[in-house]
DNA sequence: ACAAAGCTGACACAAGCCTGACACGGCCGA
DNA sequence: TCGGCCGTGTCAGGCTTGTGTCAGCTTTGT
């Protein structure tokens, strides 16, 4: 998917779209309206994240411009603060609209949501060998029984899901466990997949250690 | 079926006619509500989709002023949930509401069931475990016993039976609670589940806490 | 065989959640 | 108009539990 974030705070800019890369997305960012109309012009984009206050406008007079000739799916970040903000966004054309500060996990669920809801019906869960993971349930089946799992093992579970057979190093999973300025050891991640590998018992699923690189999780019996 | 959207959003509007004119509907779009009596008064309709906030006046108003010579269903679309918008929209006669922004899924079911309630068919209840939901009536009867919740109390009991299995962070939940520019703490979110769970204690229904990531609604026993 | 890397049981703590009590305000009846 | 009631949202204090660290052990690669 293609998105378009327009956001003038650098800071928080390169933190989504870094956040964002790590699902496979591609991301353009544009400073500001001026820059946002050029890659609109540029390229076509699956979903646009807007925040309203910019350096050379406001974002919701940008929507209301571009809504006639644009199709695209629309999610406003705006700030609490701003409570005449997030008044009519969705009047104007939003599709959703999401507060700072956020959890980029709940960015990347609206994100999924509001494309869900573009595209039509499209049940979420995840068949993981011969169990069925449900991310937005937070469940995993597996025959009979259902297990809950806990937030942590969820995200964990989401991220080797969405990248199965692939090597996820310890610093990635950490970007996509933690936030930024949580301070966190890498031995908290092993925590995890030692957890996570607890639950999966019994499935034909797991999670192998790459040693040096990072774990890498595979379906099917060894 | 055919069906009149009363909506100025354009965007919104042009969505919603290409969805339902997938089902095979015939739908017209009135973009304020001196054009919807044009259109009502050159076609027979079906079922009405009603936005509450149009350029021209206020959407209940024009609901209250034509109930009385039309027998059409109304499904009124109001902006986030605004206690007395769904209120004043059922006492005003219109059949069913749904908030914005809205699954198109959910729409169409909501179409569905209005068209069905017509057809002098089952009321629009929700079995919930061994308990039965009624949204618009706002009781819950389980057995013998009926309990009349109070409006948040059905509001989030709907957002629960809608999204069963679900999990649905607080501030999900805020969002079909609460207007935009209600500042409410999550807190009240806690205050609510706890009061439900007070009412629904005994079905074999309950909302389960996910620790940081929010709750969750399952029917059936442990 | 040695060091580096990974695993894991136990633990302490704070974030997160729950709840009783309360204050506020709208509504209705007197 | 007044007063009481009911629904609502806040707050503070207490409690629960998920979480991340640590220490010591095991495994792996060279």
Same mark, same amino acid.
């Given at each position: ?50 925040? &309203? ?13 571009? %809504? ?17 903000? %997030? ?87 950490? =970007? ?7 301070? &966190? ?9 030692? %957890?996570? %590998? ?5 499935? =034909? ?18």
């Amino acid at each position: 998917m293609r998105y378009l974030l327009v956001e003038d705070n650098r800071e928080l800019a390169d933190a989504i779209v870094n956040r964002l890369a790590l699902d496979g997305h591609a991301v353009d960012h544009a400073a500001s309206l001026a820059d946002a109309e050029d890659c609109l012009a540029a390229a076509q984009y699956d979903l646009i994240l807007l925040d &309203v206050m910019l350096p050379d406008g406001d974002g919701r007079d940008f929507l209301t411009r571009s %809504r006639a000739h644009l199709e695209t799916p629309v999610i406003v970040l705006t700030a609490r603060s701003q409570v005449s903000d %997030r008044v009519g966004a969705l009047d104007q054309g939003a599709d959703d609209y999401i507060t700072k500060p956020f959890d980029f996990s709940e960015l990347e669920a609206r994100c999924r949501a509001v494309l869900r809801r573009r595209g039509g019906e499209a049940r979420n869960e995840i068949a993981l060998g011969n169990a069925i993971f449900d991310p937005l349930a937070g469940t995993l089946r597996h025959g009979e029984q259902t297990i809950d799992l806990r937030n942590r093992e969820i995200r964990l579970l989401e991220v080797f899901a969405r990248h199965r057979g692939q090597i996820l190093s310890k610093s990635q999973l950490m =970007d996509r466990l933690f936030s930024y300025d949580a301070e &966190v050891t890498e031995n908290a991640i092993e925590v995890y997949v030692g %957890r996570l %590998r607890r639950r999966i018992d019994g499935m =034909d699923l797991r999670i192998e250690t790459v040693r040096g690189l990072g774990y890498r999780m595979e379906t099917g019996e060894a």
